[in-house]
């Protein structure tokens, strides 16, 4: 067995071909399929259902495939951390953000952290908490930012940053003539909201669970997919909306958006990484780029005044 092997039949398992695979591999369709065919020889199983279009993976091929891909990238990773240990990063970087954090931190850091490790190729996906958990825990990503707690033995995480929470109303709304907000103050038949699955939208149900009106004030409700979305439609509504404190730079009108008193709810946004992610010098300069490009009010350590709002999908039942 050899790792040439595994790497063809992860590439058949990818394009579901042996020609492209070959392509992709730079070898001739013979070449591979003889390795293919040696590797099942060597196992005495069939990996590739070959009468069927695309070729799929038979059932043991497809726990073949899974336990190829993670020896694969480990086997990548050898070079990155001897490289590392000389005082080089280099090598590929796989990342996974929440949509409520991807557009409003990434700016933030993205540009300095490729200019200054120009040898470091980062790729990024923009996935909802669920998925970006399981894309680590099988090995698809290296880490991820997303908002914890994680309650999942195999997720390591490193807390970032507290990021406080923030109403935001539409322009003649009552609630503009306080100072500060409480979360008594807070209607949900009002609020507009991240549609289901963003772990966003139930920390913000969270805070508004003690109330009682529970029907729309209109005969208008939404459930968006993005903060901005939401912020649009706030504009032209009667209502309001919740927002994480990096969400609201670009807002112009800053009189419409309200501080909650003390203790402020806020959310704890953390780097994930699975147990066997071995590239410490990269993962410390990866988070020393994120801490250091945030603004000043948001703080790195919770302090008595806030008090962090839990992730209900960050529990696994």
Same mark, same amino acid.
């Given at each position: 067995?050899?790792?040439?092997?595994?790497?063809?039949?992860? /590439?058949? &398992?990818?394009? #579901?071909?042996?020609?492209? /695979?070959?392509?992709? @591999?730079?070898?001739?369709?013979?070449?591979?399929?003889?390795?293919?065919?040696?590797?099942?020889?060597?196992?005495?199983? +069939?990996?590739?259902?070959?009468?069927?279009?695309?070729?799929? =993976?038979?059932?043991?091929?497809?726990?073949?495939? $899974?336990? *190829?891909?993670?020896?694969?990238?480990?086997?990548?990773?050898?070079?990155? +951390?001897?490289?590392?240990?000389?005082? *080089?990063?280099?090598?590929?970087?796989?990342? #996974?953000?929440?949509?409520?954090? /991807?557009?409003?931190?990434?700016?933030?850091?993205?540009?300095?952290?490729?200019?200054?490790?120009?040898?470091?190729?980062?790729?990024?996906?923009?996935?909802? !908490?669920?998925?970006?958990?399981?894309?680590?825990?099988?090995?698809?990503?290296?880490?991820?930012?997303?908002?914890?707690?994680?309650?999942?033995?195999?997720? *390591?995480?490193?807390?970032?940053?507290?990021?406080?929470?923030? /109403?935001?109303?539409?322009?003649?709304?009552?609630?503009? $003539?306080?100072?500060?907000?409480?979360?008594?103050?807070?209607?949900?038949?009002?609020?507009?909201?991240?549609?289901? #699955?963003? @772990?966003?939208?139930?920390?913000?149900?969270?805070? @508004?669970?003690?109330?009682?009106?529970?029907? =729309?004030?209109?005969?208008?409700?939404?459930? &968006? #997919?993005?903060?901005?979305?939401?912020?649009?439609?706030?504009? $032209?509504?009667?209502?309001?909306?919740?927002?994480?404190?990096?969400? !609201?730079?670009?807002?112009?009108?800053?009189?419409?958006?309200?501080?909650?008193?003390?203790?402020?709810?806020?959310?704890?946004?953390?780097?994930?990484? &699975? =147990?066997?992610? $071995?590239?410490?010098?990269?993962?410390? *300069?990866?988070?020393?780029?994120?801490?250091?490009?945030?603004?000043?009010?948001?703080?790195? !350590?919770?302090?008595?005044?806030?008090?962090?709002?839990?992730? =209900?999908?960050?529990?696994?039942?």
């Amino acid at each position: 067995m050899t790792l040439t092997q595994l790497e063809y039949i992860l /590439a058949v &398992g990818d394009t #579901g071909s042996f020609s492209q /695979a070959a392509v992709q @591999c730079h070898v001739t369709q013979p070449t591979l399929s003889m390795q293919i065919q040696k590797l099942e020889d060597e196992l005495n199983v +069939i990996l590739f259902d070959r009468t069927k279009q695309p070729v799929r =993976p038979t059932q043991v091929g497809e726990l073949v495939l $899974q336990q *190829a891909r993670i020896v694969i990238q480990h086997s990548q990773h050898i070079r990155e +951390i001897v490289d590392e240990n000389k005082g *080089a990063m280099s090598g590929t970087l796989r990342i #996974g953000i929440i949509p409520t954090l /991807a557009p409003y931190l990434l700016p933030l850091f993205l540009n300095k952290f490729m200019t200054k490790y120009p040898h470091v190729h980062l790729v990024i996906d923009e996935l909802e !908490t669920q998925s970006l958990v399981e894309k680590i825990r099988n090995n698809s990503l290296d880490l991820g930012i997303a908002v914890t707690p994680i309650d999942d033995v195999n997720i *390591a995480t490193k807390v970032l940053f507290y990021e406080p929470f923030i /109403a935001y109303f539409s322009p003649h709304h009552s609630l503009l $003539q306080k100072k500060h907000i409480d979360e008594t103050d807070l209607s949900l038949s009002e609020m507009l909201l991240l549609s289901e #699955g963003h @772990c966003f939208r139930e920390q913000s149900l969270g805070l @508004c669970k003690n109330r009682k009106n529970m029907s =729309p004030s209109s005969n208008f409700s939404f459930e &968006g #997919g993005s903060l901005e979305t939401l912020k649009k439609l706030v504009d $032209q509504g009667d209502g309001f909306t919740l927002l994480p404190l990096l969400a !609201t730079d670009e807002v112009k009108d800053k009189k419409r958006l309200k501080p909650f008193s003390n203790p402020v709810p806020t959310r704890e946004v953390s780097l994930l990484h &699975g =147990p066997h992610f $071995q590239r410490k010098a990269l993962l410390k *300069a990866f988070i020393e780029a994120i801490v250091g490009s945030l603004p000043e009010d948001i703080s790195l !350590t919770k302090n008595k005044q806030q008090v962090k709002v839990d992730n =209900p999908l960050g529990h696994r039942s």
